[in-house]
Every structure is written in structure tokens, then in C-alpha cells.
């Protein structure tokens, strides 16, 4: 009598375990041991977040235990003392910082990456390498001169000096994502256009835009958390009139010791218009990101 037996491969068992499944419909879909890894990771990045807005219903004496105490006794007297110092007038600079220097990139991005993807000029690698090249220097490495400069201009503590600087900051990295979002818009739809006799300015308004809307979200996002957290420029060329919320959040940290329940206070104030801005075009930014990776 002849056995057929066959011998299973060794870990074949294992990698079956973790292999990806497919639903009914062909899409695959995770096992439920990647389900739990899945939110493991993402347990693991919001721990902070959640242990910060913890941190801010308690009392000092509370947060400031050893270990710490999570199911201290809660109150808002953090919030109540945080709005007692004002800080209205740093968030609408950081609004206005970021909100503005985002769309200044936005119309200088986006025809530079239609330039570059679409229309493309000549020798178009080298332009990218030299946007690419600007990020190579530490912004630390720049503040003298710059601080110089501005001193110069008569611009310090002045919040058009902070735009023109996050605006300048953002253009390489807006620049090299627009241009990728840019090669997926059709070469179809741009014919067409074109052939109606639609200028540049109505190709880039009612064509490229509508159909790049996702990228254009994305990098519009991520532009404005860039501007909404810089802090090194923002503490040394601002004092009264133009100081942002990161600058504010440093006045918990001074000689007297750390007033932690009332930095982590203002630090979830400070991080909401981000989470507002990042819930909206959370649709968007999805299929931004993930634009291009599927073909």
C-alpha cells in the first residue's frame, strides 16, 4: 500500500496564522492577529495624547506624584487659570501664521509642481534636487542671519515676518508632494482642456484643482501643522505683538519649576484647532496620502 503523505513546510502553519484573508468581495482584509497588532500601534501613539488630556484635569500636587496618580480627583481649575492669562492673542497668530503662509504655498506649489510633473522644464531632476537641497540646512544654522536680516527690515515681533518664513519653510516639501500628486491627474482631461482653448490659469483652477483635491488637501494639512508647530523661530524674532501658542506653552516652564497639570492644559487647547482641521479633511487626506500607491 502506497501512503500519500504530505509534509507540511516548517512555519507554513505560522505564516498561515498571519496571512492576509480575503472578504467576499476580493478585498483582502487582516487577520485578527494583525487586528490586534493594528491596535496595539495605535494604542501606543494615543497613550501620550490620553495621558496628557488626563493630566490636565488634575491638580498640581496630583500630577506631579510619583507615580503618578490617574484616578486622582478631577477638576478644571487648570482650564479656568489658563484662560485667566489670556491666551487668545497667540492662538489667532498661530491661526494667522499658519492659515496664511499655507495658502501662500498652495499658489506658489502648485504651479511649480505643474511645471515639474505635467509640463515638465528642462532638466527638471536638478530643480527638484535643489528644493529638496534647502531642507539640508538646520533651521538653527540660519537663525543668526535671519534674525540680522529682520532686524534690518524693522520686522521683528511682527506676524508677516513669521509668514514669509513658514511659507518659505513649507515650498520644497509642498513642491515635491503636489508634483507626485500631479503625475496621477489624466494627460487626457489636460488634452481636452486644451484643446477648448483653456488657458494655464483655468487649467490649474477648473481641471488640475478639482481633480488633485485630495493631494491639495493633504498638503495643505500637513503645511499647516508644520506652521502651527514651529517654535524656533517664532520664540526668538516675536516678544508681545506676534508670539504663537508654542510660545506660550513655554511660560509653564520656568525657574520655579514645572507646572505640569497646567502645561498639559494648555497643551491640549493648542492641539485642538490641529485635530479640528485634521477631522475635517480627514476624507481627503486619506486618499491623498494614499494617492499613487495603487495602481
Known sequence: MITHATAAAPGAGF????????????????????????????????????????????????AATNPPSPLAPFTLDQYELLLGRDITPYLVNSAMASVLSTLLVLVLAVPAAYALSIKPVEKWTDVMFFFLSTKFLPAIAALLPVYLIVKDAGMLDNVWTLILLYTAMNLPIAVWMMRSFLAEVPKEILEAAEVDGAGLPTVLLRVVAPVAMPGLAATALICFIFSWNEFLFAVNLTATNASTAPVFLVGFITSEGLFLARLCAAATLVSVPVLIAGWAAQDKLVRGLSLGAVK
Open 15 to 62: 505564516r498561515k496564522f498571519f496571512r492576509r484573508k480575503e472578504d467576499h468581495a476580493g478585498s483582502p482584509r487582516l487577520t485578527p492577529v494583525w487586528t490586534f497588532v493594528a491596535w496595539l500601534a495605535t494604542l501606543a501613539f494615543f497613550a501620550p495624547v490620553a495621558w496628557m488630556v488626563l493630566t490636565s484635569f488634575h491638580q498640581e500636587a496630583d
